[in-house]
């Protein structure tokens, strides 16, 4: 009884502060926001057994990125950026079909899904750091190791980027 309250609780609050993410206009207010996203994720990992799970996204997501996020934003001057933006009718389209082609998707995923599928391969044990460190290391290397790379690319360009040197015109 306790649990189905507090899932719905902060499913609520998950739902709410991520819409709320979306349509607010200051980007600060929409990192905080997304904090707040996460940490209602993170206490539904907690309702699931997957302590170690939900810490490790409070640490990763809420503790560094978004502070990363926080930070690039208010090092920016985001005030000039706060203007109208002038839609057109094509982009208009172009985003609802791309939003009920995601909804679509989404419902079919959903649909297809079985409740045997829902259930972790091994029972108790899922969600153990043993249980995530075996599959990150055997059956998600590959995607493990690409993300990686990526990342190692995200963070080169952007010491590229931060050190470039305006042209000077003269």
Same mark, same amino acid.
């Given at each position: &009884?306790?649990?189905?309250?507090?899932?719905?609780?902060?499913? /609520?609050?998950?739902?709410?502060?991520a819409?709320a993410m979306?349509?607010?206009k200051? !980007?600060?207010?929409s990192?905080?926001?997304?904090?707040?996203?996460?940490?209602?994720?993170?206490?539904?990992?907690?309702?699931?057994?997957?302590?170690?799970?939900?810490?490790?996204?409070?640490i990763?997501?809420? /503790?560094?990125?978004?502070?990363?996020?926080?930070?690039?934003?208010?090092?920016?001057? &985001?005030?000039?950026?706060l +203007?109208p933006? #002038?839609?057109? #009718?094509?982009s208009?389209?172009?985003?609802?079909?791309?939003?009920?082609?995601?909804l679509? +998707?989404a419902?079919?995923?959903?649909?297809? &899904?079985?409740?045997?599928?829902l &259930?972790?391969?091994?029972?108790?044990?899922? /969600?153990?750091?043993?249980?995530? /460190?075996?599959?990150?290391f055997? #059956?998600?290397?590959?995607?493990?190791?690409?993300?990686?790379?990526?990342?190692?690319?995200?963070i080169?360009?952007?010491?590229?980027?931060? #050190?470039r040197k !305006?042209?000077?015109?003269?």
């Open positions: &009884m306790v649990q189905d309250i507090l899932f719905y609780l902060f499913s /609520g609050i998950a739902i709410v502060s819409v979306v349509l607010h200051n !980007p600060v207010y990192v905080l926001l997304l904090i707040l996203t996460l940490f209602s994720l993170a206490g539904l990992y907690v309702l699931l057994e997957a302590p170690f799970i939900a810490a490790v996204h409070i990763v997501y809420a /503790g560094a990125i978004v502070v990363l996020f926080l930070f690039v934003i208010m090092l920016l001057d &985001m005030k000039k950026d +203007e933006v #002038r839609w057109r #009718r094509l208009r389209i172009l985003a609802a079909c791309a939003g009920l082609a995601f679509i +998707e419902g079919l995923v959903v649909l297809s &899904m079985r409740e045997q599928a &259930m972790a391969e091994s029972g108790d044990f899922a /969600g153990s750091v043993e249980q995530v /460190g075996l599959l990150l055997t #059956r998600y290397l590959l995607p493990f190791e690409i993300a990686s790379i990526l990342l190692l690319v995200a080169i360009g952007v010491v590229v980027l931060a #050190r !305006p042209l000077v015109q003269g």
